[in-house]
């Protein structure tokens, strides 16, 4: 597996999170943001107990290549 950072949030305080990845093995994102822990939201939800869910800034959907139109930091 080969991830690439598609972009990170440049409002993070440190840096480290939400951040995009793909994976171009499984030709997948991955997602890295804050856990939602809300039980009125999660409940909203139909999420099988192996899955989680996490929530990032509307702004990054464009660290997306397919809303941006090219690739990412890396890709």
């Not at 171009?24 to 994102?29: C, E, F, G, K, Q």
């Not at 996490?54 to 290549?65: A, L, R, S």
């Amino acid at each position: 597996m080969a991830l690439h950072l598609l972009g990170k949030d440049p409002n993070s305080p440190e840096g480290k999170s939400p951040t995009v990845y793909y994976d171009d093995v499984a030709d997948r994102y991955l997602v890295q943001g804050l856990k939602v822990l809300d039980e009125e939201r999660l409940t909203q939800l139909d999420m099988p107990d192996h899955e989680t869910v996490v929530e990032i800034p509307k702004y990054m959907v464009n660290f997306f290549p397919e809303v941006s139109g090219g690739g990412g930091a890396d890709v």
